[in-house]
């Protein structure tokens, strides 16, 4: 699975982005799909993944605590893409973004992810 991320930019605070990540491969409905950010000196830190299509309530979503309410994920499997719509944006969001694949449902770990794209940077300006 080939993974490319689309969508940032540079955004005033208040502001929303839509962040969307194609898939290559047929087994995209397959795979659980998550959003990850790292900020400058920090660790990757899991945002949000949304099951596949079946199995687990179909499209079951999880969200860090940092992001609820704010993000919400959701995919297309027709498109094979994975979405991440962001509002409400803080300075603190800042960071690069990638979305990855797991076969683990709920997965919210890098370590589980098999999967990754290449990233997409997101500047929050206060």
């Known amino acids: 699975v080939q993974l490319v991320e689309s969508g940032g930019g540079l955004v005033q605070a208040g502001g929303s982005l839509r962040l969307s990540c194609a898939a290559s491969?047929?087994?995209?409905?397959?795979?659980?799909m998550g959003w990850f950010r790292q900020a400058p000196g920090k660790e990757r830190e899991f945002i949000a993944t949304?099951?596949?299509?079946?199995?687990?309530?179909?499209?079951?979503?999880y969200y860090a605590d940092s992001v609820k309410g704010r993000f919400t994920i959701s995919r297309d499997n027709a498109k094979n893409t994975v979405y991440l719509q962001m509002n409400s944006l803080k300075p603190e969001d800042t960071a690069v973004y990638y979305c990855?694949?797991?076969?683990?449902?709920?997965?919210?770990?890098?370590?589980?992810?098999?999967?990754w794209g290449q990233g997409t940077q997101v500047t929050v300006s206060s």
């Open positions: 949304v099951s596949w299509s079946g199995g687990w309530g179909g499209g079951n979503t």
């Open positions: 491969g047929r087994t995209f409905s397959t795979y659980v």
């Open positions: 990855a694949a797991s076969r683990f449902r709920g997965a919210d770990s890098p370590e589980k992810y098999d999967y």
